[in-house]
């Protein structure tokens, strides 16, 4: 199946600077890509759709100035967490629609655990 | 968003068939129906997608009814490798937006 690539897998940052983390899709174009954020023990929560090309939309309680996603090309999205917080601290997983496919073809990366000291 | 419900926990016994019945009372027309496995510190990993009837494939089955308001997930013959949390999602048609519920811990005991 296609391949979705999220990098790092792990990172550390201080509090109050930012990290960037890449969402990559390998072999396929992917015109939607989709953030989440989960913590131990919860489900996925949707964080925001980014679009190739356009703006991000972000879902009720997101800010967005804060979790800053770009998708600039077909194949990466980053999502951006600035002046991170230890409350920042998750596990933060894309997933990609293929462009031209149905609806109902998402892939999902790996997951970059974030924590925030 | 079609809201999904789904039982929290299961357990079950290594070599036993495990079925996760998930409800889906407002599904929409254009809306199919999709399984994913996550394991802990992993992203979800496709299990198996239908819209109606039966849907089989190598590593599950998927039992739609006819009035798809709900859907049952067959795993056969479960492992100690299939302890893992199940989520059922219904999509929005092109809108295609994920929206994870609580997903069901299957637990499997040797």
């Known amino acids: 199946g296609a391949v979705v690539s999220q990098h790092p897998s792990r990172v550390i940052c201080k509090s109050g600077t930012s990290v960037k983390i890449e969402c990559r899709s390998l072999?396929?174009?992917?015109?939607?890509m989709f953030w989440y954020r989960q913590f131990p023990k919860q489900s996925l929560m949707l964080m925001a759709t980014?679009?190739?090309?356009?703006?991000?939309?972000?879902e009720q309680g997101v800010e967005k100035d804060k979790f800053l996603i770009n998708h600039a090309s077909l194949t990466l999205s980053t999502l951006t967490v600035t002046s991170a917080h230890p409350e920042d601290s998750s596990f933060y997983i894309c997933?990609?629609?293929?462009?031209?496919?149905?609806?109902?073809?998402?892939?999902f990366g790996e997951g970059s655990w974030l924590t925030v000291v | 968003l079609a809201k999904t419900t789904q039982p929290i926990s299961m357990d079950s016994y290594e070599g036993q068939e495990v079925n996760i019945t998930c409800s889906h009372n407002?599904?929409?027309?254009?809306?199919?129906i999709t399984w994913y496995q996550q394991f802990p510190s992993q992203g979800p990993r496709f299990i198996i997608q239908g819209y109606k009837t039966k849907v089989t494939n190598e590593v599950a089955s998927l039992f739609i009814p006819a009035d798809r308001k709900s859907s049952t997930l067959s795993l056969p013959r479960v492992s100690l490798s299939d302890t893992a949390v199940y989520y059922c999602?219904?999509?929005?048609?092109?809108?295609?937006?994920?929206?994870f519920g609580a997903g069901t811990t299957v637990t499997v005991r040797a």
């Open positions: 997933s990609a629609r293929e462009a031209g496919g149905s609806g109902n073809t998402i892939y």
């Open positions: 072999d396929f174009q992917a015109t939607t």
């Open positions: 407002n599904i929409a027309t254009n809306d199919y």
């Open positions: 999602l219904v999509g929005e048609g092109n809108d295609y937006k994920l929206s």
């Open positions: 980014s679009n190739e090309g356009s703006k991000a939309t972000y």
